[in-house]
């Protein structure tokens, strides 16, 4: 009973890293166009920031399984989310910083 149960669980893990790796690269290629196009500065920082973290959270639940292991998805996110909000910081501080100059 189970023998027929095991291929179809690997053909439906086979789907679904196919289509992560599949909707990973239509992703990097929205970045690439995101950056050919002729927008303003922030409305492009923005936009792959929000791309960015389309990837990161594919990456997160179906590449890395973070569903099962809650403890070390949340770990990891707390991590992520200290280094952007970091990152905030340092840019908001060098604005400051030519602002001023």
Known sequence: MTDG???AAA???NLALGATFAA???LTTLEL???GLGMERAARITTLAGLLMAKVGLVLFFLMRARQN???ARLLLTAIAF???VAV???LESAYRVAIT
Do not use: D, E, Q, T
């Open 5 to 7: 149960a095991a291929p």
């Open 11 to 13: 053909r439906h893990g």
């Open 83 to 85: 280094g952007a909000g």
């Open 24 to 26: 990973l690269l239509g």
């Open 33 to 35: 166009i995101v950056v």
């Open 70 to 72: 809650r403890r070390g």
């Open 89 to 91: 910081v340092l840019m």
